[in-house]
């Protein structure tokens, strides 16, 4: 469970950066909208892709024990 | 550690105590801080005009003036502390990891006042953090600036921080005492298990492992705001990015130093805590930083000695021998004496804490004067266009404000030294009342 | 297809600075900015001195430097070549001064009703007949309208403080089909203006029929103003009679 959700975090994150990074600035067209973002906001995805980066490391050590984890 | 007994102990590192010393530094830092913020305030009110800066060409001054050369400085500062700490991590070198707090704290504090070095730059900051949110393009290096450094690098560091001292306010909870609410909320709920403690340990080496390359990449992004531009003088080039972080590690290490001597100092009765052999380690790796940014120093000597007839030759002589030749010259000195005095104590084999804090303080000067070098004559000298030349000279509100956010950062670790152990406690020795391994 | 560019013939220009007195009319820019400047060139030892003339509007370029390290997109480049600023886009960064070779770019250090000149006393109320009670200060109504496909407040100055500006090429009176105010003024007709695109127009024609050369060509920023005649400035030459006007 706590490996799940640490690792679903890093990977949603990283697409969140990805999606986030590409839509913050189309590339390669030359007309009047290329000095703005994809969409509105689209850097606020790139960030809230770091944020969830990094929240996989606080749920990580944050999460509260459960019986299944003792096992480990 | 669990026990649900309550233990009379008193909290470590005088947290908690505030002594009159402590007030007396507070209550200066503060007065620092409101007379920033008010002149911070007037120059809102009234306008960048009230700053020394102009417009470069026909109004011949310069459009990023002190604050962006202390934006460089701030965020060059937070370079070491965390790389140090991580460093300290994955190889487990117990010689560092009593510092190793404070190296996270020192990341920590000086991104802050780097970061709001750069809205008070701002001609517009609360628009600014808004577009930023909206519109910030990946083409411009400020992207790398907002997002990675004061988002991404900022965030890792507290959140590093956060994480590391978890451990240790669990055991401050457990102390009865005005500040245990505070540490109950750090620990969340930490009982420090054996599984609880291999997970802490297994996220904290993977976090010092991810935080060193993004703060390298991060912080290269802030030479590359001057090294991309063809439109100015000495700034086109692929060693900005290198340069940079070469000469942060030095100025953060520089800093690190003088604020270990300063803890120490502040511990007393504690200062076994920090054993001499930091300094030696600290010593050491300013030692080699400062190589480094002086061999990158006389390189670009040379490189501005043999430049050619044009406008790179008109910044080269404003450096060498014009209106910049006290500073070029002071600060190359400063990093040479710094450098000369690491030197002497490594080959005596004996390091000094005295000694190290002079070093530290030549080397930090000489970073901050090396920053300003970068950023003002290439926009007073040798324009492309055959402009007149320009000049700059702070005002007192630049002045003012900059000291303010100095004071800031002082404000900042002073505080958390009185609520917080500065030293990790699992790094004391076993015969004391901790007896958490490392 | 609009491609806008701009010819200046320095076998005409006789150094008057009209154009940048023009400039400051139309877009009411405060004291000590000049979106249009003419430099005025010295080479040489007294008695063998020669002077020089160099108009520099904002070069336009297609590769703007400007434009690229923008960080909010408030510098754009449009398909007609008019490089221009959102005055509500704007940070304040002040990036793309640094970025610009030309150093046409001006950040507005204060409030720009307070930068306005003050050769007159606007207060004074015995100006009213003369002025209908417009001033102070005169402000052209076209500069706060938006302008183009894009509609975006761009043209004119003195928008706000801590906002950059720049010349526009007189977007509000190109998209009127008008001549920018510099090129309307010129008494010796040195500076051409229109559409490139169109090979009638008479800056084609007169492209067509001269020798041009580009300021700055070795930073490949490809501005959209092209120089006749003269020569691009050399490091030999010391700049004279510079605007006393500071910000």
């Not at chain 2, 965030?155 to 401050?172: E, M």
Request: aromatic share 10%; hydrophobic share 45%.
């Amino acid at each position: 469970m706590r490996r799940i959700l640490t690792v679903l975090l890093i990977v949603v994150g990283l697409g969140l950066m990805v999606v986030g990074y590409v839509s913050s600035a189309p590339w390669g067209t030359s007309s009047i909208t290329d000095a703005d973002p994809a969409f509105t906001g689209a850097p606020s995805v790139f960030l809230i892709g770091i944020v969830t980066v990094l929240a996989a490391a606080l749920v990580y050590e944050l999460l509260p024990a459960r019986d299944d984890d003792r096992v480990e | 550690m669990v026990s649900d007994t309550k233990v009379k102990r008193s909290l470590p590192q005088g947290v908690g105590q505030f002594t009159p010393k402590w007030m007396l530094f507070t209550v200066v830092a503060v007065i620092v801080l409101i007379a920033g913020i008010a002149a911070y305030l007037y120059e809102a009110s009234q306008g960048m005009i009230v700053t020394g800066m102009a417009n470069t060409g026909t109004q011949g001054g310069v459009t990023w003036g002190l604050y962006v050369v202390m934006v460089e400085y701030f965020i060059g500062v937070s370079l070491a502390g965390i790389v140090l700490a991580s460093f300290a991590k994955v190889f487990r070198v117990k010689a560092l990891r009593p510092i190793s707090r404070l190296a996270v704290l020192l990341t920590v504090c000086s991104l802050l006042v780097g970061v709001l070095a750069i809205l008070i730059d701002l001609g517009k900051p609360i628009r600014g953090i808004i577009n930023m949110l909206l519109y910030v393009r990946p083409q411009s290096p400020f992207f790398g600036t907002f997002m990675l450094v004061a988002v991404g690098v900022l965030l890792t560091s507290l959140l590093y921080l956060y994480l590391d001292g978890r451990r240790d306010a669990a055991y401050l909870a457990d102390i009865d005492s005005g500040l245990r609410w505070y540490h109950r909320l750090w620990a969340m709920g930490y009982k420090d298990t054996a599984t609880e403690r291999l997970r802490h340990r297994r996220t904290m080496f993977w976090l010092s492992i991810f935080v060193v390359p993004l703060v390298i990449i991060a912080l290269s992004t802030e030479g590359l705001v001057f090294g991309i531009q063809v439109g100015r003088p000495g700034w086109f080039g692929s060693l900005q990015g290198p340069d940079f972080l070469v000469l942060a590690a030095a100025s953060g290490l520089a800093n690190l130093i003088v604020l270990t001597a300063i803890v120490r100092k502040v511990l007393r009765d504690d200062y076994i805590l920090i054993e001499h052999t930091v300094f030696n380690w600290m010593g050491g790796l300013l030692l080699a930083a400062t190589a480094a940014a002086l061999y990158f120093q006389i390189v670009e000597l040379f490189t501005l000695l043999y430049a050619t007839p044009g406008n790179e030759r008109q910044l080269a002589d404003a450096l060498l021998r014009g209106p910049y030749a006290w500073i070029f010259w002071l600060q190359l000195a400063l990093l040479t004496f710094g450098l000369v005095l690491l030197i002497l104590q490594g080959v005596r084999r004996r390091w000094s804490v005295g000694v190290s804090v002079v070093a530290s303080v030549a080397i930090s000067t000489s970073a901050v004067a090396e920053r300003y070098l970068t950023v003002i004559p290439s926009q007073t000298h040798g324009m492309m266009l055959p402009y007149a030349p320009g000049s700059y000279f702070p005002t007192w509100v630049e002045f003012t404000v900059v000291a303010g956010l100095f004071a800031l950062g002082a404000l900042l670790i002073g505080l958390f030294i009185k609520v917080f152990p500065i030293v990790p406690l699992n790094g004391m020795k076993a015969d004391q009342e901790v007896l958490v391994d490392a | 297809m609009t491609k806008y560019a701009m010819a200046v013939d320095l076998d005409r220009c006789q150094g008057c600075r009209g154009c940048m007195t023009a400039c400051k009319v139309e877009n009411n820019t405060v004291e000590g900015n000049f979106w249009m400047y003419v430099f005025r060139f010295e080479q040489g030892t007294y008695p063998d001195t020669e002077m020089s003339f160099l108009p520099r509007p904002c070069q336009h370029c297609d590769n703007a430097p400007c434009v690229k390290v923008c960080p909010v997109g408030a510098r754009f480049h449009r398909d007609d070549g008019i490089v221009l600023t959102d005055a509500d886009r704007c940070i304040g960064c002040r990036y793309c001064e640094l970025a610009c070779p030309y150093g046409v770019n001006y950040f507005n250090w204060q409030k720009p009703e307070n930068a306005q000149y003050t050769i007159v006393d606007w207060q004074d109320d015995s100006l009213d007949p003369v002025t209908g009670g417009l001033v102070p200060p005169y402000k052209n109504p076209d500069l706060d309208q938006l302008w183009g496909e894009e509609q975006r407040r761009t043209a004119g100055g003195g928008h706000d403080k801590g906002v950059m500006e720049k010349c526009t090429f007189c977007v509000h009176r190109v998209e009127k089909g008008l001549d920018p105010a510099c090129v309307e003024t010129c008494p010796t007709d040195a500076l051409v203006f229109g559409n490139v695109d169109d090979p009638d127009s008479p800056v084609s024609q007169y492209l067509r029929e001269h020798q041009t050369w580009q300021l700055l060509d070795e930073a490949g920023t490809r501005p959209s103003v092209f120089y006749i005649g003269g020569s691009p400035p050399s490091r030999e030459v010391t700049e004279i009679e510079r605007p006393k006007a500071t910000v």
